[in-house]
């Protein structure tokens, strides 16, 4: 199984950017710990990052037809990016939308996902955990298992 982990614009700034709202981990760090989470799980995790969203939508398009689901932060994107929201509607495969911060608690702009509409489901505000709840959501599905 493998699931694609991509970020977007500016967060590889993370660690060093506003950790008032994004924490203080790196993106390396968030990727270290999903890589581990995955390998626990038998996943496959495939890390990108880019702030160019030509790049993530080449991404998407060269390493879905090998993967099992996306885990995506979008940035900025996520606000108004609606050809990255094409790319992933055309992968066919389910998406995870991941925010560190809560979008529904800051300026009204980031309360609105062109990206969600098309996703499984979003998880906003919940810091880096919020990536390893979506990792454990999608992988517990793909593979069907029963949390009871
Ligand atoms: C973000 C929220 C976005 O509004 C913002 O542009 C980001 C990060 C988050 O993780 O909270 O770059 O996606």
Redesign the pocket.
């Known amino acids: 199984m493998k699931v694609l982990v991509i970020n977007?614009?500016?967060?590889n700034l993370l660690g060093k950017r506003n950790k008032a709202?994004?924490g203080d981990k790196s993106l390396a760090e968030i990727e270290t710990i999903l890589k581990n989470h995955g390998q626990s799980l038998g996943a496959d995790i495939v890390s990108f990052q880019s702030n160019s969203e030509g790049s993530l939508i080449d991404f998407i398009q060269t390493h879905s037809p090998t993967a099992d689901g996306i885990i995506i932060?979008?940035?900025?994107?996520?606000?108004y990016g609606l050809a990255l929201r094409d790319a992933l509607a055309d992968c066919s495969l389910p998406v995870i939308e991941?925010?560190?911060?809560?979008?529904y608690a800051?300026e009204d702009w980031?309360a609105s996902s062109v990206i969600a509409p098309i996703a499984r489901g979003q998880i906003?505000?919940l810091g880096w955990r919020g990536y390893v709840a979506a990792l454990h959501t999608m992988i517990g599905e793909l593979k069907g298992e029963d949390w009871e």
């Open positions: 977007g614009p500016n967060l709202i994004y932060n979008p940035g900025a994107l996520t606000h991941v925010h560190l911060s809560n979008i800051r980031r906003s505000g």
